[in-house]
Nanobody, 126 residues
Framework: QVQLVDSGGGLVQAGGSLRLSCAAS????????MGWFRQAPRKEREFVAT????????QYTDPVKGRFTISRDNAKNTLLLQMNSLKPEDTAVYYC???????????????????WGQGTQVTVSS
């Protein structure tokens, strides 16, 4: 299995930027499609972005398109989420997730993922 550790969250003003990181260990990172999800208080966990194992395919939820960028460095076993032009509605706990794949696919539903980080809090003030 793979272990995931999220980091990079914090408090930022609206319009600011943050970069989240997810460090993976335990299995070859390049065997896994990766995703970022978020969960705000009293809401269900929702999809933010996903990336295929090669990094060549990505997908985003509509509210973050043009503002967030997902990327990965397979040599460093690291997943990143660059978040720009942050809005108060982006406030949530952000989680990275991994799923073993056998093709260059990606997934957008939380139930499709097998491994999760512990989460990192992102708070955007207005």
């Amino acid at each position: 299995q793979v272990q995931l550790v999220d980091s990079g969250g914090g408090l930022v003003q609206a319009g600011g930027s943050l970069r989240l990181s997810c460090a993976a260990s335990g299995r070859p990172f390049s065997n896994y499609a990766m995703g970022w999800f978020r969960q705000a208080p009293r809401k269900e966990r929702e999809f933010v972005a996903t990336i295929s194992r090669s990094g060549g395919r990505t997908q985003y939820t509509d509210p973050v398109k043009g503002r967030f960028t997902i990327s990965r460095d397979n040599a460093k076993n690291t997943l990143l989420l660059q978040m720009n032009s942050l809005k108060p509605e982006d406030t949530a706990v952000y989680y990275c997730a991994a799923v073993r794949v056998y093709s260059d696919s990606y997934y957008i539903r939380p139930g499709e993922y097998d491994y999760w980080g512990q989460g990192t809090q992102v708070t955007v003030s207005s």
